[in-house]
């Protein structure tokens, strides 16, 4: 496969045989991954290993079948602040009925630029993540929280779109507008939303950052796997949310024929928060969730997302929410943190 990931198809003709297979090469590829969770430099010989090499790959494929995408990815990246070189690592392989992702959590691109503040240093951790193949949209959508990824893009690095900070005023360490950055359940009222809130974030050019673990993981738009400003083509499919449908960049054909960026049904409220101690007070400016209102102008819906040639998913968008702000499907629990 070439760096336009024209990604090909393995069918076995036995299931019992395919998900013994299934299950051996993923414990093999898992094993091999544990030696890969301390940072290292990579010296020159080593720098090519087996796999198809996706370092800033674009990504063309669009199909909505996670099996389109079996096979072993890897890319030499390097953490620009720590200037510590680390290698990518991500296998996907399917059954009939799921498809399992596999990786040491290291993107495909550098990260962790002049520009950004990791509370935590980069740690590769092994992740593996279930996407069913057939998902069906639910009787009911299911809200995002804070206890599971919500997506996985093919580079191996989870989407964790929530924040944990929030409105706070009488936090032990609020900052100067009320806010705290830790402590807050999706529950709570005025949660942070990080995009509109990124340099108390610390995130990089890639809309990223750690986690207290040191798991890398985006908050929007990653700024990578996909071009979002150029209008020839719709964009391809990214990854795979947790409910199995996927996510495809920001860009899609519509029912004019015109190739235009997917625009959000969201918008800011028009009316001012509450004064404190009930709110934060002042206008609404995307700084909280609560902030934004679904009013259905856009593309998309509720969820982010929209059925284009009888395929539905999310697409990335420019402002709120982002990639995600429901699942239209069920969510798969090995995405639980």
């Known amino acids: 496969m070439s760096q336009t990931c024209a990604f090909v198809r393995l069918i076995y003709p036995d299931r019992r045989f395919q998900m ?28 090519q290993s087996q796999g198809t090499d996706i370092t800033n790959a674009i990504f063309k494929n669009r199909s909505g079948d996670c099996a389109d995408y079996i096979g072993d990815y890897t890319a030499t990246v390097e953490d620009i602040q720590k200037q510590t070189k680390y290698q990518s690592q991500v296998k996907i392989v399917a ?58 893009l093919f580079n191996g690095v989870p989407v964790d779109l929530l924040s944990a900070g929030c409105y706070r005023p009488n936090g032990p360490r609020a900052d100067k507008n009320g806010n705290v950055l830790a402590g807050c359940t999706a529950r709570d009222p005025w949660l942070i939303d990080p995009p509109s809130y990124d340099k108390y974030f610390g995130v990089d050019l890639h809309n990223a950052h750690t986690q207290p673990d040191g798991r890398y993981h985006y908050h929007s738009n990653p700024n990578a796997l996909f071009v979002d400003r150029e209008f020839t083509e719709p964009s391809p499919v990214i990854g795979f949310a947790s409910d199995g449908f996927p996510i495809f960049g ?26 404190p101690p009930n709110g934060p007070g002042g206008k609404p400016d995307g700084t909280y969730i609560d902030d934004y209102t679904f009013t259905g102008n856009g593309d998309l819906d509720e969820c982010n997302g929209m059925t284009v040639d009888g395929q539905y998913g999310y697409y990335i968008t420019s402002t709120y929410p982002w990639i995600m702000n429901c699942y239209a499907g069920t969510p798969n629990p090995s995405f639980q943190k």
């Open 95 to 152: 059954d009939d009925e799921t498809c399992t992702i596999a990786s040491n959590g290291t993107p495909n691109h550098d990260f962790n630029g002049a520009t950004a503040r990791f509370a935590n240093d980069f740690k590769p951790l092994v992740s593996e993540f279930q996407v069913p193949r057939n998902p069906q949209k639910a009787a009911k959508t299911t809200p995002l929280g804070q206890r599971a990824y919500n997506a996985v």
């Open 20 to 47: 013994e297979r299934r299950r051996f090469s993923m414990i093999r590829f898992l094993a091999a991954l544990a030696v890969l969770t301390a940072p290292v430099t990579l010296p020159a010989w080593a720098q």
């Open 250 to 275: 920001s860009i899609f054909k519509d029912d004019s024929g015109k190739i235009r960026a997917a625009v959000s049904g969201y918008e800011l409220k028009t009316q001012d928060r509450p004064a």
